[in-house]
Nanobody
């Protein structure tokens, strides 16, 4: 059974940090490009960060300089370290795996940035 399970979300004050995790199971993890997306209430899902099988990362403009994505192929995991969080970072964060015609999504983890 293919699964992506996110964890690490929660309530944090502006300026704080969170580390999201995503564990993959049920498929061969290493060839997949992994991505984090987020979806705020009333908005479309948007890409946050990408990491290739070889570990090359790219971040989108809204989070550039504030997030670091990493992966551990031995543990079938990806991480998203988020710093200097802002209220506009509040969203459900989703883990995504994509390779050729195969694409999988997690259920998401809620991140709320509020004082």
């Amino acid at each position: 059974q293919v699964q992506l399970v996110e964890s690490g979300g929660g309530l944090v004050q502006p300026g704080g940090s969170l580390r999201l995790s995503c564990v993959a199971s049920g498929f061969t993890f290493t060839p997949f490009t992994m991505r984090w997306y987020r979806q705020a209430p009333g908005k479309e899902r948007e890409l946050v960060a990408t990491i290739t099988p070889g570990g090359v990362t790219t971040n989108t403009d809204p989070v550039k300089g504030r997030v670091t994505m990493s992966r551990d192929n031995a543990k079938n995991m990806v991480y998203l370290q988020m710093n200097s969080l802002k209220p506009e970072d509040t969203a459900v964060y989703f883990c995504n795996a994509r390779w050729l015609t195969f694409e999988y999504w997690g259920q998401g983890t809620q991140v709320t940035v509020s004082s």
